[in-house]
């Protein structure tokens, strides 16, 4: 095996300080699964396929950055994911030393002979990963990043190592806020801003405020759709809107179109509560299960169908 060394200087702190801003955009909801910071730990950095039994690296030492996300709600593929991660990294100074697929990196081997977090913080599908290492341009100080591209059911996952002299603890984690979708067919559907979508069609699913089976309670996000409406109307102060809840197909028509409405009234006072909307801009209604936009013969059909819709009626 060809294993490389990298004396790197090792300093001891009290709280990992960065040399360096690194902001990191997602595409769709990004949930942090871990996160957790070391000093003084030593990393075989992959810098070469599984070959001959071991994997090429880079050994490098000093503190270290360990961070996961479950991405949802997104227009991105393992790949494309991957290469929006490697353009940004690079734009914030760092240069690639090596990259491959689940093929070219060694696949199974690759996989459990580096550094992976478990489940259900990291997931790695075999047959559908990407993996790039690199370093910081600038020598003084120097630091190294891993990332790892999967995926698992509709979620793209994300595992992020940096270590270095100094590591990034100011890493920033935005959203392009692309997350809600037009209200057409699932197969002529996007998926944009609320901004976009509103514009475009006056209309739009948030599509990351997501309901419990059966019920008005919603899964704790970000619901950044929300945040992107609350901006659109303060900006657009003439309009008014229609939330309008649909549910999936279990239960009777009454008590579904009942459940529909509570949601879309959820909604409304999460606006009125959080982003100080003003009440008489919003209007809400129920429907039930009357305008599916997927099947309710599956789950994912059902999870779907539980959803918002804002409408503008100006």
């Known amino acids: 095996m060809n294993r490389l060394h990298y004396a790197a200087l090792i300093f001891f702190f009290t709280g990992i300080q960065a040399f360096a ?22 990393y075989d950095l992959p810098v070469g396929p599984f ?18 996300w479950e991405i949802t709600k997104t227009i991105e593929t393992v790949d494309s994911l991957s290469e929006n991660l490697r353009k940004q990294l690079k734009k914030s100074g760092f240069e690639i030393l090596y990259e491959c697929n689940s093929k070219s990196c060694g696949g199974f081997d690759f996989r459990f002979n580096t550094v992976i977090l478990p489940d259900p913080e990291m997931h790695i599908d075999l047959g559908s990963f990407k993996f790039f290492s690199g370093r910081s341009l600038s020598k003084t100080p120097r630091e190294f990043v891993s990332c790892i591209v999967s995926r698992g059911g509709e979620s793209l996952f994300v595992q992020l190592f940096f270590i270095g002299d100094e590591v990034v603890s100011n890493l920033k984690i935005k959203s392009l806020n692309k997350v809600s979708e037009s209200v057409e067919g699932s197969s002529s559907s996007f998926r944009g801003t609320i901004k976009e979508l509103l514009d475009l069609n006056g209309s739009a699913i948030l599509s990351d405020v997501i309901f419990k089976a059966g019920s008005s309670e919603l899964i704790e996000g970000e619901y950044l759709s929300l945040v992107d409406l609350a901006k659109y109307l303060k900006q ?29 009234e959820i909604v409304k006072k999460k606006l009125i509560s959080k982003f ?19 099947s309710n013969s599956n789950a994912k059909g059902r999870s779907d169908n539980r959803r918002v819709e804002v409408i503008v009626i100006k």
């Open 21 to 42: 801003e690194v902001e990191i955009s997602f595409s769709g909801v990004s949930t942090e699964t871990f996160s957790e910071e070391q000093l003084s730990v030593s």
């Open 51 to 68: 070959q001959n039994g071991v994997i090429e690296s880079l050994q490098v030492r000093g503190s270290m950055l360990k961070k996961a």
């Open 236 to 264: 657009n102060k003439g309009i008014k809107i229609a939330l309008v809840g649909h549910t999936d197909a279990e239960g009777d028509l009454a008590k579904n179109i009942e459940l529909s409405k509570d949601r879309a």
């Open 276 to 294: 100080n909307v003003k009440e008489e801009r919003l209007d809400f209604h129920g429907i039930g299960f009357l305008s599916p936009r997927s």
